[in-house]
């Protein structure tokens, strides 16, 4: 956002200011710097790592180390270096870079100020627990509510807020503020009991170097855990572009594969599947129509009836999409459900006619989800039908074409959370009417 409001600027200049201030010690307070020095090198280094790593958010464990160990002056030091000389993305990357600075600076200096009152460096220094954990857990809270704030305020200038009266805008930093408390305050914790460990061992006979040992396991889940961001951002990548080049192939079905990986997700979930397995039932429903790619266009934009030669080919589909997918391991059974989507558990579907228990439960699930989706979805050739006339065919077909363990789960689902389908359209670009509810009361749009 290079583009930054004015009232912005001026909250950053105003915490700024309040970040400097914090930096000026009372005449009383001697710190020794060669632990000021040492813990903001190690801090610069994490936050250079982190980058490098791509790992989303700052590494706290030094930071709260500092406030556990040092005056709070000198533990607002410690954030300096390390949030000016990280490296930014965006721009105003100035901007960004001392409105960081300042933030964590305010942060760490609040979290001192809350550790020392309570008697937390008398316990980190006599290594007294259960007792240094009651000081150091409201420091990390004071810690993180002072981010949640100040992030929360700025969010609220940078993008702006409606006119409204005073009072009622001042609520929405606040409401943002929670949400960025609530959201952060698990991690924060978990990075604060890192620094309380390196508090405690730095004020031990070890000393700092045994205290700095203590962020090689947090250094080494933080690589992990960027590694594992990185790979999902790449299955995220090659899903979307398949579900592109359908889209962009079949105009009449754009949006479709997200909602039926969107209704196949619900079903798994009222299933009670394991959340790995859920995510991969939603690749399944996101890509079961890939195979339309070897599909000729003219027969997935045909206007009037198929001939019985044209269907033959469009049913290859599914045998088209599992030779498209079935290198990618990532993918797991969502491999199965592209290939069965279309079987019955009567055994008249395609491609092979399997039965009951024969079709994978991946297909079952998707096929439900799809033809719930197909139903409640404006096509070329007829108007969408409300989810309730929808559900009732579902049910209808039950046992015969769909298994109704997938069909009940979908409608208790659908009874507690509602449906709310992305746009689809007759025409690019033209919105239709969402879908409407008959007979089914509790079911939303």
Sequence with gaps: MEAVPARARVYVACVAVAALLCLLPPPAVHTTWWEVALLAAVAAGCERAAARWRFAGTFYPVLLAGAFLLPPPAAALVALPGALLSPVEQRPRGLRRVWRAAQLTLGAWAAARVHGATGGRDAVAASDFPYALVPAGLAVLVFC??????????????????????????????????????????????????????????????????????????????????????????????????????????????????????????????????????????????????????????????????????????????????????????????RAAVLHHHERLDGSGYPYGLTGGQIPESARVVAVADAFDAMTSTRSYRRARPVGAALEELERCAGSQFDPRMVTALVRALSRHGWHPAVTADEPGVPRPRPTVTGRPGVHR
Excluded: N
């Design 145 to 334: 509510l002072v981010l949640s704030l100040l992030d929360g305020g700025i969010l609220a200038l940078a993008v702006g807020a409606p006119p409204t009266p005073f009072g009622q805008w001042g609520t929405i930093p606040v409401r943002r503020a929670c949400g960025l408390f609530l959201r952060s305050l698990a991690p924060v914790a978990v990075h604060g009991l890192a620094g309380l460990m390196m508090a405690v061992l730095w004020r031990s006979p070890y000393g700092p170097v045994a205290a700095l040992l203590v962020l090689l396991p947090m250094c080494v889940s933080c690589w992990v855990f960027a590694q594992y961001h990185r790979e999902r951002a790449a299955h995220q990548a090659t899903i979307r572009a398949l579900v592109q080049a359908v889209d962009i192939k079949d105009e009449y079905t754009r949006g479709h594969s997200e909602r039926v990986g969107q209704a196949s997700m619900m079903i798994a979930r009222e299933l009670g599947m394991e959340d790995a397995r859920i995510e991969v039932l939603r690749f399944a429903g996101i890509l079961h129509d890939v195979g339309k790619l070897g599909v000729p266009t003219r027969l997935l934009r045909k206007d009037g009836p198929l001939t019985p030669q044209e269907r033959r080919i469009i049913e290859l589909h599914p045998e088209y999409g599992h030779e498209m997918v079935r290198g990618i391991s990532f993918l797991g059974e969502a």
